[in-house]
C-alpha cells in the first residue's frame, strides 16, 4: 500500500458522518480522500484532518484517475492553523487552494508547488500577510506545467524566486521600489489567464 503526504485544500461533508478532502499531493498531484467516521465522536475521529494541515497516509490507488481514495492512519507532519489568526491570509489561502484544485489534475506529480505550497504558508502565517507569498506558489505551479516563458534575460531572477518559494535559497529576492507589486499582478494576470474556468 503507497504512502504519500498532502495539503489538504477542501473539506466536503459526506453522508452523515464522513468527509471528502480534496488535497494536494507531491506524488500524485490532486487526490480526492474519502474519510468515514470522521465527522463523530470515538475511536475512529481523525483529528489531524483540517484544513491546510500536512498530513501523511497510507492508501490504495484508485481505479482510475478520477476515483477517491480511502485514507488510511493519517498522521500530522505539519499545521498552518496559524492561517486563521489572519482572516485576510486565511481568505488568500483559500483563493490559492480553489486555483490549485481547479488546475492541478489526478495522478500528475507537482512536487515542486507542493514544497512552494507548504513553505509559503508557513512564511504567510509568520508574516500575517499573503502578498507576495502566496503569488509566488502559482508562480511555481505555472513553471512546473510549462506556462511561463520570459526573456532570457529575465529568467535568472524568475529562478531566483522560484527557488526561494521551494526552498533551494532562504532568502527572498530583492526587489527594487515598486517593482515587487508589478511582479506580484504580472503573476495574478498570467494565472488567470492560464487557469481553468
Known sequence: MPRTSCIILRKTPFQETGLILACLSPDFGRIDLICRGVRKFGKRSFPVVSLFREISFDFREPKTASGLVSLRAPEPILSHD???????AFLAACSLAAFLLRNSRPMVSLPDTFRALSRMLTRTAEMRTATPWLSY????????????????????FLDSVTEFAVGIREEPPLFPAGSRERFVRWIEDMAERCSVS
Not at 496559524?82 to 485576510?88: I, N, Q, R, V
Not at 510549462?146 to 534575460?153: A, N
Open 137 to 156: 506558489v502559482k508562480l511555481v505551479f505555472l513553471c512546473e506545467n510549462g506556462l511561463v516563458s520570459v526573456p532570457p534575460d529575465r529568467q535568472n
Open 82 to 88: 496559524d492561517l486563521a489568526g489572519e482572516p485576510s
